[in-house]
């Protein structure tokens, strides 16, 4: 078992440029996660999705879109990147709702 | 407001050096506490859950305590290896049943030989 893949692993933008950050994991998880982590605050979260077809925003989700097109996978796509989303960013899953939840290896995003 | 802090900001020990880090909390309604490791340049590795006062866990070297108002992780005669952050997340509820994590910044651990 991989557990929670994440690509890219590091990305440079420049302002107004977009991307899709992917995120897949093979662990049967219904409930998928993104957050992101800056230097001297706790991990923060963008968006989750409870089930597959389902998406609800979290704490920061301005400037993102997320996409869960199937039970595995889960994307986190900014469509116009500004510097304050330089960040790194996250990707979690879990069995259910209420249950701990596994990360993967994390993107490391630059936004110039 | 729902906050989680971290203590120290950062610790360093010598080998063998025992220790606490320290993870309070001020949450309406905890349904867990979780610690996890972070090695530089990768995702959180889960360790515990806690999930009323008076729980302890331990897995090697790392024993987790809970009370009411914090959680401490026991580092008892640690080795370089565990050089990592540590972080503390506590579970609470959110909507739709939803069980929302707040994490703490984490304590920088490094062990020295």
């Known amino acids: 078992n991989a557990g929670v893949t994440q690509t890219p692993k590091f990305q440079v933008l420049k302002t107004g440029q977009s991307m899709t950050l992917q995120c897949a994991q093979d662990?049967?998880?219904?409930?998928m996660y993104w957050y992101r982590q800056d230097p001297g605050m706790g991990l923060r979260l963008i968006y989750y999705?409870?089930?597959?077809?389902?998406?609800d925003k979290g704490e920061v989700p301005n400037g993102y879109n997320v996409s869960r097109l199937n039970k595995r996978e889960f994307s986190l796509r900014l469509e116009s990147a500004a510097p304050s989303q330089t960040s790194v960013y996250f990707c979690?899953?879990?069995?259910?709702?209420?249950?701990?939840?596994?990360f993967g290896p994390g993107t490391r995003l630059l936004v110039l | 407001e729902d906050q989680v802090t971290q203590s120290p900001e950062a610790l360093r020990l010598q080998e063998g050096e025992s220790s606490s880090l320290n993870c309070s909390y001020t949450?309406?309604?905890?349904?867990?506490l979780f610690w996890y490791r972070q090695d530089p340049g990768k995702g959180p590795e889960f360790l515990f859950t806690?999930?009323?006062a008076g729980e302890e866990k331990e897995k090697e070297r790392l024993k987790a305590t809970l009370t009411k108002k914090e959680s401490f992780l026991h580092i008892t005669a640690p080795k370089p290896e565990d050089s990592a952050t540590y972080l503390c997340?506590?579970?609470?509820?959110?909507?739709?049943?939803?069980?929302?994590?707040?994490f703490g910044a984490g304590t920088r651990l490094a062990v020295h030989p």
């Open positions: 979690a899953s879990s069995e259910g709702r209420k249950e701990t939840q596994y």
């Open positions: 662990m049967n998880h219904n409930s």
């Open positions: 999705s409870a089930s597959e077809g389902t998406t």
């Open positions: 949450v309406s309604g905890l349904r867990g």
């Open positions: 806690l999930y009323s």
């Open positions: 997340a506590a579970s609470l509820m959110f909507s739709g049943g939803y069980n929302k994590l707040i």
